[in-house]
């Protein structure tokens, strides 16, 4: 009978990528997870079912390699993900149009976003103090590990908004992240941050190039 819990397993491996092993878990969840991605700079609604399939498969992945903020960001792309994909389109069958958050709201959002990562690193610090069973090893990366978790949070909630600010909040994120996780030597996701990162770009461009015909028509 097959085990479920291998299927989760990062030592569940497939085949080696410049030389380190592959997990199927790591696989599944970074190819979603481009899907994902690709999906949202084209402002299309398959986005947030692809996103859900990434946050389960990323959730047991970073269990395993110690990033509990990481871990529990899953939980809310879950949860964003179900949120975005009734947002993005309305019973009418309408979509939402793109909008700026403004100069004085996006002050707020730096301030939130820097307090909410001092209390997560606070919170994640403690984890193996409160839960050590569960966690048996400390968080690495403390505070760039809940930077890449606020943010993402942020970034998360402003995409199902439609907010133009969320494209130029995920470059930033993506920058750490391909950094952390370049140094926790798993390459396909590193790989993956990386395509993010140009997908970040072109939803910049094409997020702002349709902001801009929307305001022509207000």
């Given amino acids: 009978m097959f085990d479920l819990s291998l299927f989760f397993s990062k030592e569940l491996q497939i085949f080696s990528l410049f030389g380190n092993p592959m997990s199927l878990i790591e696989l599944l969840g970074t190819t979603t997870g481009l899907l994902c991605v690709y999906l949202a700079s084209k402002n299309h609604t398959l986005t947030w079912p692809f996103g859900i399939l990434t946050s389960i498969c990323f959730f ?26 009734m947002v993005w389109r309305k019973r009418t069958g309408v979509y939402v149009k793109i909008q700026s958050l403004g100069r004085s709201k996006n002050l707020v959002l730096i301030v939130v976003i820097l307090l909410g990562t001092y209390v997560l690193g606070q919170i994640t610090s403690r984890l193996p103090l409160w839960l050590p069973r569960i966690f048996v090893k400390p968080p690495e990366f403390l505070y760039w590990d809940a930077f890449t978790t606020v943010g993402s949070i942020v970034a998360n909630f402003l995409l199902a908004q439609r907010k133009l600010e969320s494209w130029f909040l995920w470059v930033f994120v993506d920058v750490v992240c391909i950094t952390i996780y370049s140094l926790k030597e798993i390459p396909f996701v590193t790989l993956e941050y990386i395509v993010f990162l140009l997908i970040a770009f072109y939803g910049c461009h094409h997020w702002y190039k349709e902001y801009k015909q929307n305001q022509n028509f207000i």
């Fill in 60 to 85: 047991f992945l970073f269990f395993q390699i110690q990033l509990y903020s990481d871990m529990l960001l899953q939980i809310y792309f879950f949860g964003s993900s179900v949120y975005g994909w």
